[in-house]
């Protein structure tokens, strides 16, 4: 057991293009204006010993606005003077007063729609022209129109980072179009350093308020590179590959701040140590025991030796606690949550241990068969898996410290595991908890199960007494079946419509299928469970995309019924959105861009393009003037 209070040392190294650190609030992503548009889009600088960034004020700008364009910069910039332009919705110049300091312009929005800004900088330092593009949505007040998120993922071949905007579309306008600028970013050259010098780690940098991140694996040299988003902040996790140091959260940290410090002092943690015991006190060996406290794990502590004892480092503060015992054991998985009362005090050594409350273990001799009733076949290779839906208390964390119990907390016990079946259809004998089980059962293939059948889900699988010997069989899959049309009442047809289901229960999850000529679908599920559908009508068709949540396959054929007539689904009006993504104003093929709600970060995404050769795009989003 280790004492001493041990120290992380992260030297980080200046480098890379210019320093952003002033821009933070200036010009946030996602913040620089409704659609910049600015920090992510508006740059077009070629001077790459500097950066600069066009912002607007109000973020969504109203028609009869008066809209305030700025230009902010940081690196070795020396900017002399500064040449505006600006157009209109119609393509027309837009009429724009300069402000002294000249950097900065108004204008007065008198129309919706989008106006596109272009300030040409003459740097002194480079010698050359600088130009900075971007540009803003001004909205009718009493008019339809949606924010969205535009998320840009570069090629990975590109070392470019992935970053977004929020643009703003009008309703009921036939396209909208827009040149988005990427954002190289700058170069962050780091070096972990810990007490004995350099060490391997896993490290993840998390644009702070966004689900956006870099990520890299650090050899044992210590060194890496990465390209960062230049305006921007960061939370920094920091998991080491060895015992020591433990893993670190910095929270906040300005790519300023990461490349002007020379070190970052960590507390490398406290030791835990402790036992797995079974029911009956015995040790358990290979399990493995891990604490979180927050988004920060400690390391992996795994029970071996003759006693069960397992060591592990963890950071001080209120822990979450999992203890994964071997499959072999029969023995469940714990999971205690974080409001439990586990927590880890800095310099203070802690001792657990756990036990098993006694409880029941059967042994399994389960069949997998398949056919119609009286002729049913065993199934070769089908995946198997049991995941506990109840099980009793399976024990009691005991925490002591110096010898004293400091608190007892009841755990729940989680349990799945997979298997596959053999030659005749039988599982290899299975060492279960006794409890209520739900078992999924997956075909693996044409060739090894009677056509037509396919995934089973038993929701209710009770396992109880020394031994259980049961054959669960395969059946005839369910049907969802539905029609789509467009807002006319004609039908969506053949190729135009992809239509995915997708279960909560992690199977079946991208069942996909066609319309035919009357825009009919049907496709094949699991009876018995919840799915969401998510129609996706080909960009080319100006429809939007159509998802409906909560389909519960309850009979053979279950209608997804809308609408339309007779029951029709009608996929709402879109628009499309045609754009160029460029970055130091070269076009950037490969980029995935995806459309969210803007504020609502992960799913539903509603509309998605990948660029071009020459960096073009098109998608359709819903069209903000029509109900979906």
């Known amino acids: ?60 700008p109203q028609e009869g606005d008066l809209v305030t364009l700025d230009i902010s ?222 988004v920060l794990p400690s390391g992996i502590g795994t029970a071996d030796g003759f006693d069960g004892r397992f060591t592990l480092l963890a950071r001080p503060g209120d822990q979450a606690m999992e203890l994964a015992p071997p499959e072999s054991t029969g023995l469940p998985r714990v999971l205690i949550p974080q409001t439990s009362t586990l927590e880890v005090i800095d310099q203070t050594d802690l001792e657990l241990s756990f036990a098993y409350a006694p409880m029941e273990v059967t042994s399994l001799d389960l069949r997998v068969m398949a056919g119609p009733v009286g002729s049913e076949q065993p199934v070769v290779n089908a995946r198997v898996t049991f995941e506990a839906t109840h099980l009793p208390e399976v024990g ?85 079946e539905g029609q789509i049309v467009d807002g006319s009442d004609l039908p969506v047809v053949l190729a135009g419509v992809r239509v995915v289901a997708m279960t909560t229960l992690g199977v079946g999850s991208a069942v996909e299928t066609t319309t035919d000529a009357d825009g009919r679908f049907d496709m094949m599920v699991v009876g018995g469970a919840t799915y969401s559908i998510l129609v996706m009508p080909d960009p080319g068709s100006g429809l939007g995309r159509l998802r409906i949540s909560d389909v519960f396959a309850s009979q053979a054929v279950t209608t997804v019924a809308g609408d339309g007539p007779d029951g029709a689904l009608v996929l709402p009006a879109g628009l499309l959105l045609a754009g160029q993504v460029t970055l130091q104003s070269t076009p950037v093929p490969g980029v995935l861009i995806q459309a969210i709600p803007s504020g609502v970060y992960g799913e539903p995404v509603l509309g998605e393009a990948v660029t071009g050769a020459g960096g073009i795009f098109e998608m359709v989003l819903p069209d903000p003037g029509v109900s979906e």
């Open 73 to 294: 910069y940081a690196g070795a910039c020396s900017p002399s003077t500064y040449d505006w332009s600006a157009t209109d919705p119609d393509g027309d110049l837009a009429t724009l007063n300069v402000r002294n300091p000249p950097r900065t312009a108004e204008l007065l929005a008198d129309k919706p729609g989008y106006y596109g800004v272009r300030v040409t900088i003459f740097d002194s330092i480079s010698d050359n022209d600088v130009f900075v593009t971007g540009g803003f949505t001004v909205v009718d007040p009493l008019g339809e129109h949606r924010s969205y998120l535009l998320r840009f993922t570069p090629p990975a071949s590109s070392e470019v980072p992935r970053q977004q905007e929020v643009i703003t579309i009008i309703g009921n306008t036939p396209m909208t179009e827009q040149v988005f600028s990427l954002e190289a970013g700058s170069v962050l050259s780091n070096q972990l350093d810990g007490p004995s010098g350099p060490f391997g780690a896993y490290l993840r940098l998390i644009q702070s308020g966004f689900p956006l991140y870099r990520e890299v694996h650090v050899d044992t040299s210590g060194a890496f590179s990465l390209q960062m988003l230049a305006n921007a902040t960061y939370d920094v996790v920091v998991i080491p590959d060895e015992d020591t140091p433990a893993p670190v959260l910095l929270s906040g940290q300005s790519l300023f701040n990461l490349q002007e410090a020379t070190a970052f002092d960590f507390d490398a943690g406290t030791w835990v140590a402790g036992y797995v015991l079974d029911a009956s006190s015995l040790p358990v060996t290979g399990a493995q025991v891990g604490l979180r406290s927050g």
């Open 396 to 480: 009691t964390l005991t925490v002591t410290r110096d010898g004293s119990e400091v608190a007892a907390v009841d755990a729940d016990g989680a349990f799945r595991v997979t298997a596959t079946t053999g030659a005749d259809g039988r599982l290899d004998p299975l060492l279960i908890p006794a409890g209520t089980y739900r078992i999924i059962l997956e075909s693996p293939g044409p060739e090894d199960v009677p056509a037509g059948y396919g995934t089973t889900v038993v929701e209710s699988f009770v396992v109880a007494g020394a031994t259980l010997s049961q054959d669960v069989s395969l059946v005839p899959p369910w049907m969802i």
């Open 1 to 60: 057991m280790m004492h001493s209070k041990r120290k992380t040392r992260l030297t980080v190294l200046a480098g890379g293009v210019g320093l952003i650190a002033a821009l933070t609030a200036a010009c946030s992503m996602g913040g620089c204006g409704s659609t910049m548009d600015a920090g992510t889009n508006g740059n077009e600088n070629t001077n790459t010993s500097c950066s600069y960034y066009l912002s607007t004020s109000p973020l969504t």
